[in-house]
């Protein structure tokens, strides 16, 4: 079992930074990649970023690129969302998930643990 919060969401405005945590606690996740999706009403949760297992490969969804970045620190047990130049656009709940396998994915339907997420609001 694998519990996941997530945190540092908040009202931003457009042009400014968040960076979002993601804290997990139970099993380790040392050996699983991790992601970030996004998801705002009536639409299908996005794909933000991926990270491996070990940190060494990231990939991040076109929308986002140069804009944001994701990292992990194994020994917090901590995956980070670090989003700048933020936009309207972003605006979304921002969850993190957890894959079983070592690899990045951008597939939801590889992610098997879920936070509750965390809202995400960039104003214009």
């Known amino acids: 079992q694998v519990q996941l919060v997530e945190s540092g969401g908040g009202l931003v405005q457009a042009g400014g930074s968040l960076r979002l945590s993601c804290a997990a606690s139970g099993r380790t996740i040392s050996r699983s990649a991790m992601g970030w999706f996004r998801q705002t009403p009536g639409k299908q949760r996005e794909f933000v970023a991926a990270i491996n297992w070990s940190g060494s490969s990231t990939f991040v969804a076109t929308s986002v690129k140069g804009r944001f970045t994701i990292a992990r620190d194994n020994a917090e047990k901590t995956v980070y969302l670090q989003m700048n130049s933020l936009k309207p656009e972003d605006t979304a709940v921002y969850y993190c998930?957890?894959?079983?396998?070592?690899?990045?994915?951008?597939?939801?339907?590889?992610?098997?643990?879920w936070g509750q997420g965390t809202q995400v609001t960039v104003s214009s």
């Open positions: 998930g957890r894959r079983p396998e070592g690899g990045v994915s951008y597939y939801r339907a590889d992610y098997d643990y």
